[in-house]
């Protein structure tokens, strides 16, 4: 099998790509994968064959490919939400949640934690201070974890409405209070309203829903808190190092591993 030898130049000032093809006969499909690109990128594709050397190009499209990071913002709030299709890694600083229900309540049935995973295509709660996160590809893949409340979309569009459900986004009461952080309807009574790119909503069924208009995260228990409580020798640590006989609400290192228990 023939090889393609490429040559890419790229220029500061305006982003100018070169590519050079050297292959003598035949037809072939390509892709060329060139990272960091911008709007305003020109590509100049010039032959330097001769005779039977020459490369001809035909039927050129230049597609957006899907990114292999995310940068994810959080608010003075403390949460924020996530959707992605690809696997990603959990940076330090983050903790993300999926949300479940059993016997009329909420809780977070799955933590990932610093270095964990994230599932592809999987509604998320990340938790940390304020600041910019990139969240990286993975060499290795990943399962989808089912049980989970959360949805969204890599686009922004409308939420796509299911029979017998209600929908919440994530935001402050409708007092700003502060503190209040959690899930509240996004349009009047519940119905679909227009969820934003790589974020999560909550979808609830209208049994569940019935006269709640919002779901406080701090309402919304830790379902791994009476795991732990169950588990012997865990090994319990505050944030300054103190080390503590069992487990209790708040941010702490267990075995390891950041969990905010409620």
Do not use: W
């Amino acid at each position: 099998m023939k090889k393609l030898q490429i040559e890419i130049m790229r220029t500061c000032k305006d982003s100018l790509i070169e590519i050079e093809f050297k292959q003598a006969g035949h037809f072939y499909y390509y892709q060329l994968y060139i990272p960091d690109m911008t709007e305003d990128t020109r590509f100049a594709f010039t032959n330097k064959g001769s005779g039977k050397n020459i490369f001809l190009l035909d039927d050129i499209k230049i597609i957006a490919g899907t990114p292999t990071s995310f940068t994810q913002t959080i608010s003075d709030v403390g949460y924020s939400t996530l959707y992605f299709n690809k696997p990603l890694v959990l940076p330090t600083g983050l903790i993300a949640h999926t949300i479940q229900e059993k016997e009329d309540h909420l809780y977070y049935n799955q933590t990932y934690n610093e270095g964990d995973i994230l599932p592809p295509e999987t509604g998320l709660v990340l938790e940390g201070n304020k600041g910019s996160y990139v969240l990286e590809e993975p060499m290795q893949a990943c399962e989808i974890y089912p049980e989970n409340l959360l949805k969204g979309d890599t686009t922004t569009a409308m939420i796509k409405e299911e029979s017998e459900h209600r929908y919440y986004m994530l935001s402050l009461d409708e007092h700003q209070t502060p503190g209040s952080a959690g899930f509240y309807y996004g349009s009047p009574n519940g119905k679909p309203f227009e969820s934003q790119a790589y974020k999560a909503y909550l979808s609830l069924h209208e049994e569940l829903a019935k006269r709640i208009k919002g779901f406080p995260l701090s309402q919304i228990t830790t379902g791994c808190l009476q795991q732990l409580k169950r588990e012997k020798n865990n090994s319990i640590y505050d944030l300054q190092g103190r080390k503590r006989n069992n487990v209790q609400p708040g941010l702490q290192i267990i075995n390891g591993k950041k969990y905010i228990l409620r």
